[in-house]
């Protein structure tokens, strides 16, 4: 083998081919090796050795490696299979694949400096190694199952369907103590940072210094450092998000997706767009793991794939603390006005957020001691600035999207780039000082219940006051402690925690989730329902939950009241079959994006006549978000029934979009997209 395939950090869609000198020794599959790229010297990995060079080249025409710099594999076979899988599924280039897999120190061309010593205990606590609990006779069943093809060798994926308090965790805890008793590893996945210390202290306190903690939130140090302990063998099981999926074992046994139904899986930022539960599935295929999705509101997909038998499904249908599932009101807001309020420092008169019936409820539960949690998906303190006389509302200059006002900052903001202004006391149109803020957020909805409840502890937890390090951890131990009688926040609250003491829970606004324009938008409306309901009434107290809506025959309500996935699905599935959308569909979504809205919008004509020769094509049309941080935005769709005609369809689309985009416009191609804004 005279020559090698080397994929590089770069969005460049195919390995690139170079030559051994002369008595270089061969390097292995998945070794990083230097090479010449234009003027610089830059790290890629070896993907595969091959005896000729390209058709059309002389040896002499390739450049040579300039120098090896592993003498094993850092990339082991079924970790180069999952890779080249990612970037042809995706339609991402397999260097940046590589590079979203491994440390980033490992790019650098000296290579990963000296590092001091650092332990799991850096991050989270490691009490004694505990015992673990008596299990239900539900959870040994499940546990049954879920160990059965460890002693087998089979790798099958499992649709892990437990109610909120069901004990899936401990579940997973007993799983991976059978893969640590064989000589295996596990993966433990969670869809957010926020999750990972909670979740990480309970694997410590099972598995000790063994567990090792993988998230975007380390330091290039300590996140290399965590790497090279799963490698060594120094760990045996990692506790971490989308890109703890890349952890280097070398017999990997068990995969668990905890919460695989949440978006936070799906890459969205840039970078390659994968949805690492998806990817999780194709590891355990290729390593023979058993792959464990576990939530109390599967997706539509996974619910689907369990149904049709395609995945493994279990159930846990009881709270394992033998708990009752909160009774769950919803309040039509049509009927119920909210409580009229007194002008204050922080907040002008007008109606307030709660209706009576949460209101009163409230006051029962603060006579109680006991505590709540009141949830609104949208931060800040209004949701826009309008001018009563003129009709005006401030709009953000890079994203042609309402400012929405920050009591607190004194400023209107834009919640996509971040552009702020000083709070207006004038219409910068007609001059009036008639300005109404339009719209409760959180912030505005804290000030409401801190008038109401004078004598509450009042906490507010969103991106506004998360983002000072150790805070939102900080506000968790307060809850547990009992220092927070109230906690109001967005999503950061709805996810996995467990609070024993929270027997109410209002959702102050289900509606502007519905609203959106997407076709999840029901779903999603039922699961962070069901979700942040869960919160309450998790230990010996009885839990109340509230929804206030003006549309309180919406199927999503009603089955979220009723806590009941298998009639959501019933009604949610017919639709999308009629739709062709998920899960009978495979869904592209390809963006275009520039300074210039007439060329993007050229560019997006060019590529849908292309693929029309091909397949169905939806659009273009401009997005939803039609404009954001100054890029104006158009997208297409494409639905396909199966993956083959997808990846034939966008086969070389890249390529053919060099000739075809005008200059400046550039081209996204998004598989299976969770986000149409």
Known sequence: MHFVHVALPARVFH???????????????????????????????????????????????????????????ILAAPLLQLIAWMAAYYCAPIGEVCRTALPKRLFELGGPRTLRPTEPNEFIDVGVVREPPLLTAAQKEVRAQLIAPLQNQQSPTALLHGITGSGKTEVYLQLFEEVVKQGGQAILLVPEIGLTPQLAHRVTGRFGKRVAIYHSGLTDAQRHHQWERMRSGDAAIVVGTRSALFAPFPNLKAIAVDEEHDSSYKQEDGGVLYNARDAAIMRGKLEGAVVVLGSATPSLESFAAARSGKYHYLHLPDRATGAKLPTVEIVDMRKAAGRRRGGSRTAPTGYVSLSEPLAHAIDETLARREQTLLFLNRRGFARFLLCTACGHVPICPNCNISLSLHMGRRSLVCHYCEYAIALLERCPSCKSPELLPSGSGTERLEAEIRDFFPTARVTRLDRDTSEKSGV????????????????????????????????????VSSDNMLHLPDFRAAERTFQLITQVAGRAGRATKAGKVIVQTYLPHHHSLICAQNHDVETFAREELPMRESLSYPPYTRLVNIRFAGNREDRVEKGAHAIADILRTKTVVLGPAASPLEKIRGKFRWQLLIKARDTKTIATTLCGLHEQSKSLLPAGVRMTIDVDPTNLL
């Open 472 to 507: 939102r951890n900080k506000i968790f131990r307060d809850m547990n402690h009992g220092a927070i009688d109230i906690l109001i926040g967005t999503q950061l609250i709805t996810k996995g925690h467990d609070f024993p003491n929270v027997t109410l829970v209002g959702i």
């Open 15 to 73: 390995a690139f081919t170079y030559r051994l000198p002369e008595r270089c020794p061969t390097p292995h599959r998945g070794a990083r090796v230097i090479v010449p790229l234009g003027r610089r010297r830059v790290v890629g990995i070896v993907t595969e050795l091959v005896d000729a060079p390209p058709t059309g080249f002389e040896t002499n025409d390739i450049k040579p490696i300039e120098r090896i710099l592993d003498d094993t594999p």
